[in-house]
């Protein structure tokens, strides 16, 4: 069979979904990509993937004549590949994915990822893309959401009629994210960030809470991931003073994780956060935002701390809970976060979905043959 996948991003998809276009090509089927140019299209194509880049899709891009082209390009690859299948991730794939599937009548996939900065801060732009989703949408053979808030939004405004699933996000590779050796307290504490640096990551909060906590002891913050927002100046003021070491976009973030004591995630909105489960995977401690995509990871109290969202004092307070507790507790919790990763979060789980889901469509392709 031929499966096409359509993402916004080519990082995110190879980090992401790498075990399933493994699994789909292993298991004989041709697997078309469609993605924006990057950095990962080589490791893309070494799974077997056959990658088309389509720079039509721009990821924040607000231009209507360039999302009709992409509409129209969706349109013409259909046609090109005669895919048996379309999996699609984020909201422009999704919506203009679908709208083409429909109009072809190519079975689609849809996996909802999070509501997205448009949705969530409202106005005429949010009105737009719920409308868009909601054309996108409703021919889908089955569309997954991350979370079940998510879920619960888009079934109460009729967006999504037919059959939905929930996953627990992504999943991770606990291969991949080990069990690691908890950092010796030599004196200094090291708190993570890992992500993309933008208001709506609680990155403002997070400065706030740590310049406070710089004053009362020694602690770090290292932060990985590049600026979507004009936050530079910021980081780089922060950095003079002490308080933290930015390292840019990091490939691999592992090596991070391991020299962490904790993890710390005060985001507004999530699917369900990916930088969470890896940390939990590898054992250590997170703080993150009550929201949906990050309480469903975080076991309070256990495996890591919730704080409020858009409150730099709540976060400031679960990072002290943190620091006031015996090393060899904060230890444990992360070992109670990796087993929680095994039992609930493991991405086979989510790889296991999305062949039942394809396995449908492949059995009825051959029965139509």
């Known amino acids: ?3 096409l996948i359509l993402a916004n991003n080519d990082t995110g998809l190879y980090l992401f979904r790498k075990e399933l276009l493994a699994r789909l090509t292993g298991e004989g089927h041709t697997v078309y990509v469609s993605v ?7 490791r893309l194509k070494g799974l077997g993937c056959k990658v088309t880049t389509c720079d039509l899709l721009e990821r924040r891009g607000k231009n209507p004549v360039k999302d009709l082209s992409l509409l129209h390009y969706y349109d013409r690859l259909l ?4 895919p048996d299948c379309v999996l699609s991730y984020t909201v422009k794939p999704n919506a203009y994915g679908g709208m083409a599937c429909a109009r072809r009548r190519v079975p689609f996939i849809a996996n909802v990822t999070g509501l997205g900065d448009a949705i969530m801060r409202g106005g005429m732009l949010a009105k737009v893309t719920l409308l868009l989703y909601r054309q996108g949408l409703k021919k889908a053979d089955c569309v997954f959401f991350q979370n ?25 590779n606990t ?23 933008m208001k709506d990551k609680g990155i403002e909060e997070l400065l706030t809470a740590m310049r406070r906590l710089r004053k009362e002891t020694r602690i770090l913050l290292d932060i990985a991931g590049a600026c979507d927002e004009d936050y530079e100046e910021a980081l780089r003021t922060a950095e003079k003073e002490g308080l933290l070491f930015w390292h840019g976009m990091v490939e691999d973030v592992r090596p991070l994780y391991a020299r962490a004591h904790c993890v710390v995630l005060p985001s507004y909105h999530e ?6 489960q890896e940390a939990a995977s590898c054992g250590r401690v997170t703080i993150a935002s009550d929201v949906s995509g990050c309480r469903e990871i975080i076991d309070d109290g256990n495996t890591g701390f919730l704080c409020k969202p ?28 990796r087993k929680r990763m095994e039992e609930r979060f493991e991405r086979g789980r989510v790889i296991d979905a999305y062949l039942e889901e394809t396995g449908e469509i492949f059995d009825r392709a051959r029965k139509e043959r």
């Open 36 to 42: 924006p140019s990057g950095t990962m299209i080589q």
């Open 1 to 3: 069979m031929k499966v």
């Open 310 to 337: 858009h409150d730099a004092e709540s976060l400031y307070r679960a990072m002290v809970r943190f620091l006031q507790i015996h090393p060899s507790v904060r230890e444990e919790m992360g070992k109670a976060a």
């Open 175 to 197: 291969r991949e994210y080990p069990l690691m050796p908890y950092p010796a307290d030599e004196g200094e504490i090291r708190f993570l960030y890992a992500g993309r640096i």
């Open 148 to 172: 079940e808030e998510n879920l619960s939004f888009f079934r109460e405004r009729g967006i999504t009629r037919g059959k939905t699933r929930l996953l627990p996000g992504s999943g991770v």
């Open 79 to 82: 046609l090109h590949v005669r």
């Open 271 to 276: 699917g369900m956060s990916n930088v969470l």
